[in-house]
């Protein structure tokens, strides 16, 4: 945001940590997607059984396309698997579904933090759309528009709230996750070595994603005080 702006520098250590974490979720997903568990459990199987044992029976399972683009959808109470992990016996596979699993078990118990992403998305979603537009054009005309930064801050400030407490919901998606699957025995003790390779790696790129959104919101505070 803004050539010439110094604060542009308060943004590299995020963006080395990005593709840090880009390149260990890639390399951690072919590594691990390669190797077969021993359970031989498809991602779906086990998501199915997961379910079932959680008393969560009432989740559909579906396929999607692309790669890693799993998701769990509590409006329509839908788990999503894209091909490579709904079809496959790998550990990532299993380390994956058992992690979208996590997110349907945390909407089935009425996890609270989840509770309030949900509430907090419409206006993250909102804020992470207007806010930069809103905040550039009162950057650049001027004091008088300062009411515009303001709003531009104010909305980023909502879509860096949902970062934030977007990281407890992951964490402990992925703690379940590794629960289940050991004490399922889906994994065996070396496999489950893997799968925490494979969801520590993509815990870190949420990590990088609320320390991008943090230093944004920053820069934005630092260049409206410029306007004082």
């Known amino acids: 945001m803004f050539l010439g702006d110094p604060t542009f520098l308060l943004l590299i250590p995020t963006f080395i940590l ?6 260990k979720v890639k ?8 190797i077969a568990s021993a359970s031989r459990l498809t991602g779906a199987q086990a998501a199915y059984q997961l379910l079932q044992t959680a008393g969560a029976g009432d989740v ?3 396929k999607v396309a692309g790669d890693l683009t799993d998701h769990y959808d509590p409006r329509k109470k839908v ?3 894209s091909q490579g992990v709904h079809d496959s016996p790998s550990i990532a596979a299993l380390g994956i ?3 979208e699993t996590g997110h349907a078990i945390q909407h089935h118990q009425h996890y609270q933090p989840m509770h309030l992403r949900s509430l907090i ?12 537009p809103l905040f550039f054009i009162g950057f650049i005309t001027g ?11 104010l909305l980023f400030t909502g879509a860096v709230a949902f970062s934030v407490v977007t990281l407890p919901v992951e964490f402990n998606a992925s703690r379940r996750a590794l629960a289940l699957l050991e004490e399922r025995s889906f994994l065996t003790p070396d496999e489950m070595v893997g ?6 790696a993509a815990a870190l790129t949420y990590v990088a994603s609320t320390a991008m959104a943090a230093v944004q919101l920053l820069r934005m505070f630092l260049l409206r005080s410029s306007r004082d």
């Open 60 to 62: 559909a399972i579906e």
């Open 79 to 81: 788990l999503r698997l």
């Open 97 to 99: 579904a058992a992690h």
């Open 121 to 132: 998305y419409p206006v993250a979603s909102i804020g992470s759309t207007l806010a930069f």
């Open 27 to 34: 390399g951690a997903y072919a590594k691990y997607g390669r």
């Open 195 to 200: 799968a925490r390779k494979v969801l520590g």
């Open 143 to 153: 004091s008088g528009s300062r009411p515009l930064m303001d709003l531009g801050i």
């Open 18 to 23: 990005a593709l840090y974490a880009q390149a």
